[in-house]
């Protein structure tokens, strides 16, 4: 039986490349990953709690930005996760990218670290390494952009992420590594330590 486990994607960018990484077979095939697309941060939690509490998953998880310059949302949905479990959690559920998630889909092409969470200013590194012009994550923009994230340059987006911070609190940083290297591996002990603390 194949362990079901759900992300709850923060938007259409999140959901579309987890859903390429899929597609591509990087990760191990005992894993059955269903994604939801909830459309903003604001959304998260409370789909989050939904998912959860309907015991149709052996594991729900999180994959959203650090949010912008106040990080206050962010900071929220920690908090409100940690609250719901009563117990210091949300480390252990949320994938993030820190200023954005983009600094993960980048990471696949070139080592680099964002510093800015803003389409307009990373638009020059996606039309640098990706020739698509002024991306604003439009449909046909992120269609072009995802079908460029190949088997190829998975190994490559992990040896740059290896680079950066998994604190939160840091600008260029992610804990995205921590989590490919458990959906890559058929040991699924993992989830059973995550739900005991749940």
């Not at 992300?7 to 939801?36: H, P």
């Not at 990080?71 to 210091?88: A, M, P, Q, R, V």
């Amino acid at each position: 039986m194949k362990s079901r486990i759900c992300i709850i994607c923060e938007g259409y960018e999140e959901k579309e490349y987890f859903d390429r990484l899929v597609e591509l077979n990087v990760f191990s095939n005992i894993y059955n990953f269903i994604t939801v697309n909830v459309k903003s941060i604001n959304n998260i939690f409370r789909r989050y709690q939904e998912k959860y509490q309907s015991n149709s998953y052996h594991l729900v998880l999180i994959f959203c930005d650090t949010d912008k310059i106040s990080k206050s949302k962010y900071i929220e949905l920690k908090d409100k996760i940690n609250k719901f479990h009563g117990n210091i959690v949300s480390d252990k559920i949320i994938m993030f990218g820190n200023p954005s998630t983009m600094q993960i889909f980048l990471s696949h092409f070139k080592d680099i670290k964002l510093t800015s969470q803003s389409k307009h200013v990373n638009a020059n590194y996606i039309d640098e390494l990706l020739d698509i012009k002024k991306y604003d994550a439009k449909d046909a923009q992120r269609k072009e952009f995802f079908i460029k994230i190949k088997r190829n340059n998975y190994s490559l987006m992990k040896e740059n992420i290896k680079k950066l911070s998994n604190n939160d609190e840091d600008v260029s940083s992610t804990n995205f590594l921590e989590f490919i290297e458990k959906f890559e591996s058929d040991d699924v002990s993992w989830i059973n330590t995550i739900n005991q603390i749940l």
